[in-house]
């Protein structure tokens, strides 16, 4: 009797006749049933931990895709916060910020620069806005609050953009497009002004002063007019440079006293201890950078005169090194003297004073040293750092320098300037008057507002 063979099973007779088909030859055989049995399974929970794993996967990925989302969110509302915070302040019927400085200091304004320059923005997005009205105030000086507010209206349009699905790209190139076309608009409909149509002007000015709280000042506009109008070289009227108009804050009066000089406008009064002049005709000014007074060592040093007559030798010698200054500056032609405010000693002694008064010579201390420059480029003069180098080419003309009294305070005129030099720029100088320095500031930035639209 033959011997049978057990059934093979479904899945062995599979596995064997079609991976091993000669597998009854006489070679060797290898139980697939079983190695298969060992490998499917292991198999099998590999690819089912790997399936299980993947929708965390995704999920991850997913929050990723979130995040660059949320993050433009965040950066929309914080510099929304920025512009909705100023957006009452715009036009005619804009209110007023009152801001408490880091330093204590109270300001009123509505102008959108001052008023975020003093704001605590720690967003670096809304920082960005903030940046943006500094960079409108120095190219245009008018228009911060506007410029804030509309980049603000964008980006609320750009982030209901986002959400109905658009790209970023798309959005900016289309904005970058509107960019291009709203600037095509406004140079079309743009009419250009001549210098000498003085009432297009004064409108101008009057419109970048309605939304001010000196608003209803009459002077204002037509000050700021003639101040531009007086620097503006009308060959070359590409743009003005504002630092030839200088704006001097004195308290006292109302906002409609205040006054343009064409000349220079010293807050510094004369010096009438010597007995010296306050009014001098056909004037020639010096503004120097060295002291009056006799010289001392850099050092601290103690010096014992135990010798009377030593005593007066010293004194004698003192006065000599005075007189010997004060003559060379005679010798000039000088009769105005400016001396620069000396933080180490006093700038001028009373023996100078005594010297200068006897020769007729005018004397203003304690100028600052940031006045040097406007002194310097509205008369003309040269500024003197040591009294070798006092020539007659280092001073300035003038018709008349006097010390005025104005609502109280008294300040030092100086008019009829003769520039030397085809190249010399025009300055003038404006005295804002205003019952506090709240007040003056606000009149001080409201002026230069429309002084920026004119130029």
Do not use: W
Not at 96 to 111: A, C, F, R, V, Y
């Amino acid at each position: 009797m033959t011997e049978q063979q057990p059934a093979a099973a479904p899945e062995d007779a599979l596995l064997g006749s079609s991976l091993f088909p000669d597998a009854d030859a006489g070679r060797s055989k290898i139980n697939i049933p079983s190695l298969a049995r060992r490998i499917i399974p292991a198999y099998a929970a590999e690819i089912m931990s790997t399936q299980a794993a993947a929708p965390n996967a995704g999920n991850a990925a997913f929050k990723d895709k979130e995040k660059p989302q949320a993050v433009r969110t965040a950066n929309i509302v914080a510099a929304r916060a920025v512009s909705d915070a100023i957006r009452t302040s715009l036009g005619p019927r804009g209110m007023d910020k009152m801001i408490q400085t880091g330093k204590g200091e109270t300001i009123i304004t509505n102008d959108g620069n001052t008023m975020l320059r003093d704001m605590a923005v720690m967003h670096p997005a809304a920082k960005m806005l903030v940046d943006l009205a500094n960079a409108q105030d120095i190219e245009a000086g008018d228009g911060t609050t506007s410029v804030v507010v509309i980049a603000g209206s964008l980006l609320g349009a750009s982030e209901r953009l986002l959400q109905k699905g658009l790209h970023p790209t798309v959005i900016s190139d289309s904005f970058q497009r509107a960019a291009k076309h709203a600037v095509e608009v406004l140079t079309n409909i743009s009419i250009p002004i001549n210098l000498s149509d003085r009432q297009t002007l004064l409108k101008a000015a009057s419109t970048s002063l309605s939304s001010k709280i000196v608003s209803q000042e009459p002077k204002l506009a037509p000050m700021a007019v003639d101040s531009v109008l007086k620097v503006i070289d009308p060959k070359t009227a590409d743009n003005v440079d504002l630092k030839n108009i200088r704006i001097l804050k004195k308290p006292g009066g109302v906002i409609d006293d205040s006054e343009m000089v064409d000349g220079l406008v010293l807050n510094q009064q004369v010096v009438k201890s010597g007995g010296g002049p306050t009014r001098i005709e056909k004037a020639r000014i010096a503004l120097i950078q060295f002291q009056l007074s006799p010289p001392k060592p850099d050092m601290e040093n103690q010096i014992v005169v135990n010798d009377y007559r030593q005593m007066d030798k010293i004194l004698k010698e003192e006065r000599t090194y005075l007189l010997n200054m004060v003559k060379k500056i005679k010798k000039a032609k000088c009769n105005v003297l400016l001396i620069q405010k000396s933080i180490l000693r006093d700038a001028v002694n009373d023996l100078s004073l005594h010297f200068l008064a006897k020769l007729g010579i005018m004397c203003v201390k304690d100028i600052e040293r940031d006045e040097v420059e406007f002194i310097c480029k509205s008369t003309g003069c040269k500024p003197i750092a040591d009294i070798d180098s006092f020539t007659e080419d280092k001073l300035a003309s003038a018709d008349l320098i006097e010390e005025v009294s104005s609502l109280g305070s008294r300040i030092t005129k100086v008019t009829g300037i003769k520039s030397t030099g085809p190249a010399a720029p025009k300055t003038v100088s404006i005295i804002c008057r205003g019952a506090n320095p709240l007040i003056l500031d606000e009149a001080e930035r409201s002026l230069h507002d429309a002084q920026c639209v004119l130029r």
